[in-house]
């Protein structure tokens, strides 16, 4: 059974660009969840989506977005990129919203923003 | 104020010793999640509990509502255990949002 696939693993872009992320959740899976890591602030939660729509959101700036896609496959989008956005962007996926059983992450993608 | 507080920050254990890492919180919680971190960054969940205690082999976890308190046992521990264990905490109503605790940094040796 394939797991949580993250792509890119790694990205370096510009202060000023923005960048999009992907993350295709293990088959059957319909919840997809978002998390930043730095080393600062450590894990925190970005948004959630389930059925295509969002569902719930952190306390990240509107430049931080993403969507769902009918197959629970996601996106992020991060515009305007930022010096401190650089990051290890995690995503997770689950059967269903506050799902105990099941939840697995994916290796992340490391965002370098220079 | 952090809703997840975590201790110890880092602990080192000789191979074999029993381990506990503690975690307290202050939200409300439907569930607590136990995270496994390795090197390079990979994220493993161990436990999703919301009351009493599970096993996994030699990880134990055990959660008291009343007193907001959680721990994560390790007996037998082994280097391959090394790693960064993070709590989380999962508030009602909440789906999949988690406030994260700040991890404790576990190094066993040889």
């Known amino acids: 059974k394939a797991g949580v696939t993250q792509t890119p693993r790694y990205l370096i872009k510009t202060r000023g660009q923005q960048v999009t992320l992907s993350c295709s959740p293990i088959?059957?899976?319909?919840?997809v969840s978002w998390y930043q890591q730095t080393p600062g602030q450590g894990l925190q939660f970005l948004f959630e989506?389930?059925?295509?729509?969002?569902?719930n959101k952190g306390n990240f700036p509107g430049r931080f977005s993403g969507r769902q896609f009918s197959n629970s496959r996601s996106e992020m989008n991060v515009s305007t990129l930022e010096l401190g956005d650089s990051a290890l962007y995690l995503c997770a996926s689950s059967p269903y919203r506050g799902s105990v059983n099941g939840y697995t992450f994916g290796s992340g993608t490391r965002l370098t923003v220079v | 104020k952090n809703e997840v507080e975590q201790s110890p920050q880092n602990l080192t254990a000789q191979e074999g010793e029993f381990i506990t890492i503690n975690c307290s919180y202050s939200v409300g919680i439907s569930a607590l999640h136990w995270l496994q971190q390795h090197p390079g960054g990979g994220i493993v969940s161990l436990f999703m509990l919301s009351s009493g205690k599970k096993k996994h082999g030699r990880l134990i976890a055990t959660i008291n509502i009343q007193e907001k308190h959680s721990s994560l046992h390790i007996t037998a521990s082994h280097p391959r255990d090394s790693a960064v264990y993070i709590c989380?905490?999962?508030?009602?109503?909440?789906?999949?949002?988690?406030?994260f605790g700040t991890g404790t940094s576990l190094t066993v040796i040889p």
């Open positions: 989506y389930f059925s295509e729509t969002q569902r």
């Open positions: 088959s059957g899976h319909r919840s």
């Open positions: 989380a905490a999962r508030p009602p109503n909440t789906g999949n949002q988690f406030y």
